[in-house]
């Protein structure tokens, strides 16, 4: 299985600190760095699948902190019934780009029997392929979970809020493929992450970014990209000239493209060097007077 051999989080230089506006609390995806030996992340890092001949080694994080009652939202996508059990979820104080691989196999008991680190088994019940659920900690430091039909449980209590808290998600058992839809924090007005964005990588499990032809959510707003022909367009659209050089020596994208994969991922498409500040080189028609 094919691993990410090196990724530069930042914590929040390319993922929290980007705001659409004041209601949004950042993008979120699975952690590229930190992942389990089975798991496989594909869909923009926002699906994560587990070899399903084995029931554990599934571990993924949050790409970033979540807030106090920032309700994280899953869906299962898949379940295998020869394991039993299924997912455990919970939250850790300690970071994803700052643990070391290959990931402990499993979060209940190798993960909570050590300082910073809170998750709980769901019941099977809770996880057929299909359904939906969200998780949180709250203001007094307790995780709840809420399922398809809005039942909701107290998983434990005793969270530490004084640091940051990372999501940790254990696709254990039963369930064998996750997606991550997002998160949202209620209040007098409510507050989401990013949307997520529609198929950007195909569902190929190799955790590399490949952004392929005809790739949705990328919408043309504006015409200061000209369509190109064959050999100079832009490696998202398709249909754009690649007039954005990027600090790695790649110039693959269109202006447009370019502002969304740094803010979703950070990275070259083409080497998967982290994009700091591009430089976009736009041709100047000149004026004839």
């Given at each position: 299985?094919?691993?990410?051999?090196?990724?530069?989080?930042?914590?929040?230089?390319?993922?929290?600190?980007?705001?659409?506006?004041?209601?949004?609390?950042?993008?979120?995806?699975?952690?590229?760095?930190?992942?389990?030996?089975?798991?496989?992340?594909?869909?923009?890092?926002?699906?994560?699948e587990?070899?399903?001949?084995?029931?554990?080694?599934?571990?993924?994080?949050?790409?970033?902190?979540?807030?106090?009652?920032?309700?994280?939202?899953?869906?299962?996508e898949?379940?295998?019934?020869?394991?039993?059990?299924?997912l455990?979820?919970?939250?850790?104080?300690?970071?994803?780009?700052?643990?070391?691989?290959?990931?402990?196999?499993?979060?209940?008991?190798?993960?909570?029997?050590?300082?910073?680190?809170?998750?709980?088994?769901?019941?099977?019940?809770?996880?057929?392929?299909?359904?939906?659920?969200?998780?949180?900690?709250?203001?007094?430091?307790?995780?709840?979970?809420?399922?398809?039909?809005g039942?909701?449980?107290?998983?434990?209590?005793?969270?530490?809020l004084?640091?940051?808290?990372?999501?940790?998600?254990?696709?254990?058992?039963?369930?064998?493929?996750?997606?991550?839809?997002?998160?949202?924090?209620?209040?007098?007005?409510?507050?989401?992450?990013?949307?997520?964005?529609?198929?950007?990588?195909?569902?190929?499990?190799?955790?590399?970014?490949?952004?392929?032809?005809?790739?949705?959510?990328?919408?043309?707003?504006?015409?200061?990209?000209?369509?190109t022909s064959?050999?100079?367009?832009?490696?998202?659209?398709?249909?754009?000239?690649?007039?954005?050089?990027?600090?790695?020596?790649?110039?693959?994208?269109?202006?447009?493209?370019?502002?969304?994969?740094?803010?979703?991922?950070?990275?070259?498409?083409?080497?998967?060097?982290?994009?700091?500040?591009?430089?976009?080189?736009?041709?100047r028609?000149?004026?004839?007077?």
């Open positions: 299985m094919k691993k990410q051999n090196s990724y530069e989080n930042n914590e929040g230089a390319s993922q929290a600190s980007h705001r659409c506006s004041w209601r949004c609390l950042g993008p979120l995806t699975f952690h590229t760095q930190a992942v389990g030996d089975m798991v496989c992340l594909s869909h923009g890092h926002q699906r994560a587990r070899n399903k001949d084995t029931f554990r080694n599934g571990l993924v994080f949050s790409s970033r902190p979540l807030k106090v009652q920032e309700r994280l939202r899953l869906r299962v898949k379940d295998f019934f020869k394991w039993n059990g299924s455990r979820v919970g939250f850790t104080n300690v970071s994803p780009s700052g643990r070391s691989l290959p990931l402990p196999s499993m979060a209940i008991p190798d993960l909570t029997n050590t300082p910073g680190h809170w998750a709980a088994a769901l019941p099977e019940s809770f996880c057929p392929a299909g359904a939906e659920l969200e998780f949180w900690v709250s203001a007094g430091g307790s995780i709840y979970i809420s399922g398809n039909n039942t909701g449980l107290k998983l434990l209590t005793g969270v530490d004084s640091r940051p808290l990372w999501a940790l998600i254990d696709i254990y058992g039963q369930a064998y493929s996750i997606s991550l839809l997002g998160s949202e924090k209620q209040g007098l007005v409510c507050r989401r992450s990013c949307p997520a964005a529609e198929a950007l990588l195909p569902p190929d499990c190799d955790n590399q970014l490949s952004l392929a032809p005809g790739v949705s959510g990328l919408e043309e707003d504006c015409d200061e990209d000209m369509e064959e050999g100079t367009s832009c490696v998202v659209c398709m249909t754009k000239e690649a007039r954005v050089t990027l600090p790695c020596g790649h110039r693959c994208l269109c202006s447009q493209c370019s502002s969304k994969v740094s803010q979703q991922f950070g990275t070259c498409p083409l080497c998967r060097h982290q994009i700091s500040a591009p430089h976009v080189q736009i041709r028609v000149p004026v004839l007077v």
